[in-house]
């Protein structure tokens, strides 16, 4: 009897993992969750994910610690978890200068992440001109943070994706991810994916914590929100699944993505597929040793 194909690995595109993150015991999905490098390769492992893309937090303290914790975390996953890094442009030209420097000696960096709601820029502020830049020339994605943020404090006008289009067509050879699927502007962020064909969007951080009211119901409305942002694209190949963990469980991200009323195939591509593309991961198993 011939074996049965396994199952495709899959991608989550949107992790934290830092000891600046805020306020995990109450953030995130419980309290005694266990936010390590192990932890999350174990939660991994049991979610069928390969590799994890995990996202430099603008709460660290400089671009240099930050970039020193992505290289451990990175070492000690051997290989699973891909570092993405940050910079505040209203921080000024010299900061976003020295950043750039630190970036290009570091090869192992997988793209770059904007909070343009957090930081108060739009992303065609000409300060981010240089980030964009290197982005070129490096060949990487930029990741913009869209819509609401963790704390009341961010001011989401910077983060609609309207906001992104004018970048988009600027530079139309560097990847933008609308994180988090421009919620609560989800129709505005497929526009922005159907009309330009360097925008991908992924589906991380659409619910709320699972002790919130009505959470089965936000589950099912997250499930028609995705749904309808890929029927208005017309196509499944620049969706990225991501969890925004630790705000959600893995199980309950891909479960989301799992029961999308889409042919098997497209699950696939949003599961893994797409990501691996965008990521320039390699073809096959990595064996998982980063979790023993």
Not at 15 to 25: F, I, Q, T, V
Not at 79 to 102: F, N
Not at 183 to 201: D, G, R
Request: aromatic share 8%; glycine share 6%.
């Amino acid at each position: 009897m011939p074996r049965r194909k396994a199952a495709p690995s899959r991608v989550d595109t949107h992790l934290h993992l830092s000891r600046w993150w805020n306020d995990l015991p109450r953030t995130g999905y419980r309290p005694d969750l266990d936010y390590t490098v192990r932890g999350l390769l174990a939660e991994m492992d049991r979610n069928g994910i390969e590799y994890g893309v995990i996202i430099q937090l603008h709460e660290a303290p400089s671009v240099a610690e930050g970039l020193d914790e992505a290289r451990r975390s990175t070492s000690e996953a051997k290989g699973r978890l891909l570092p993405v890094t940050t910079v505040d442009p209203t921080q000024g030209p010299d900061e976003v200068h020295h950043a750039i420097e630190l970036w290009d000696r570091d090869p192992t960096i997988r793209g770059v992440k904007l909070y343009p709601g957090y930081q108060s820029f739009y992303p065609h502020d000409p300060r981010v001109e240089p980030i964009l830049e290197f982005a070129h020339r490096r060949h990487l994605p930029v990741l913009i943070h869209q819509g609401d943020t963790l704390t009341p404090g961010g001011l989401v006008k910077y983060a609609r994706p309207i906001e992104v289009d004018e970048v988009a067509v600027r530079y139309r050879d560097v990847p933008f991810v609308l994180c988090h699927l421009g919620n609560p502007w989800v129709h505005e962020a497929a526009e922005l994916v159907y009309k330009n064909e360097n925008v991908y969007a992924d589906t991380s951080g659409l619910l709320a914590h699972p002790s919130a009211p009505l959470f089965d119901r936000m589950v099912a409305q997250s499930r028609r929100v995705v749904e309808q942002a890929i029927v208005t694209v017309g196509r499944s190949d620049r969706f990225l699944y991501g969890s925004d963990w630790p705000l959600e469980e893995l199980q309950v991200a891909v479960a989301l993505i799992e029961s999308l009323d889409l042919p098997e195939a497209d699950r696939r591509k949003i599961l893994g597929e797409n990501a691996r593309r965008l990521f320039r991961l390699p073809e096959g198993k990595t064996g998982r040793s980063g979790s023993s």
